[in-house]
């Protein structure tokens, strides 16, 4: 595999009012990214934080904030969260078919990473175009549980779209997110996907280090031919 592991601990598990502590934690534990995600209540029945606590956590931190907007008007979001200190802006496919390309080069401008993520339900093939475009997104979230809590179940039947997409993409960063950890890992990392979100499987455990390392060698050890 020409890509490498990014394991990213959700910190939607953490302890909120310790996130700067419990983000820290993560990293010294060695967590690559921190996912962050951001929730309206009305792209999903969810509400979580926004930039104010990016802002925030960004001052006890340099760590790369991949941000996972679950919000039904993203570009209204870019300024914040960049004027905040987000590193990558992970938009939703369903609420930017029209204005991807403006999205993404707005992200750009900003200094972020643009990411497009799609839903259970959305077919793979919606992300061809951004992946392709002249200005293209540089990685792919593959929902694995619909959006807008932790601690569900995988889908692993979404590992045709991480495979789809890792045949066509031998470089391209997959993101998986939502019910990753040591049972599901290695359906994951076989499939193709390289950047690994796991909420609950790493919080709930007794030594969250261990589960992050088992998370990386799943990944490393993976080699789908492409
Ligand atoms: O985006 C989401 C949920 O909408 C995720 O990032 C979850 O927070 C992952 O949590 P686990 O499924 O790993 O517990
Ligand atoms: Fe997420």
Redesign the pocket.
């Known amino acids: 595999m020409v890509v490498s592991p990014k394991i990213a601990p959700?910190m939607?598990?953490s302890d909120f009012a310790n996130l700067a502590a419990e983000a820290n934690r993560m990293i010294d534990l060695g967590a690559n990214w921190l996912?962050m995600?951001i929730?309206d209540g009305h792209f999903?029945p969810n509400l979580t934080i926004g930039a104010p606590v990016i802002e925030s956590l960004r001052k006890h931190t340099n760590a790369y904030l991949d941000c996972?907007l679950?919000v039904t008007n993203p570009m209204d979001y870019v300024e914040h969260m960049a004027k905040a200190g987000a590193s990558g802006f992970t938009f939703h496919v369903e609420v930017a078919k029209e204005n991807w390309q403006q999205l993404v080069q707005k992200i750009k401008s900003a200094g972020m990473r643009p990411a497009v993520a799609l839903k259970p339900g959305t077919p793979v093939e919606l992300v061809y175009p951004l992946v392709e475009g002249t200005t293209p997104v540089e990685m792919v979230l593959v929902?694995t549980?619909e959006?807008?809590?932790?601690?569900?179940k995988f889908m692993p039947n979404m590992m045709d779209k991480v495979r789809a997409l890792r045949h066509k993409y031998p470089t391209l960063d997959i993101q998986v997110?939502?019910?990753?950890?040591p049972s599901t890992i290695d359906t994951a990392a076989a499939a193709g996907a390289n950047c690994i979100?796991?909420?609950?499987?790493v919080f709930g455990a007794p030594e969250p280090g261990d589960v992050i390392s088992l998370l990386r060698t799943s990944v490393e050890k993976a080699q789908p031919t492409t």
């Open positions: 959700s939607l598990s996912h995600d929730m999903v996972h679950m929902m549980v959006p807008g809590f932790g601690g569900q997110d939502g019910g990753l950890g979100v796991a909420g609950s499987s």
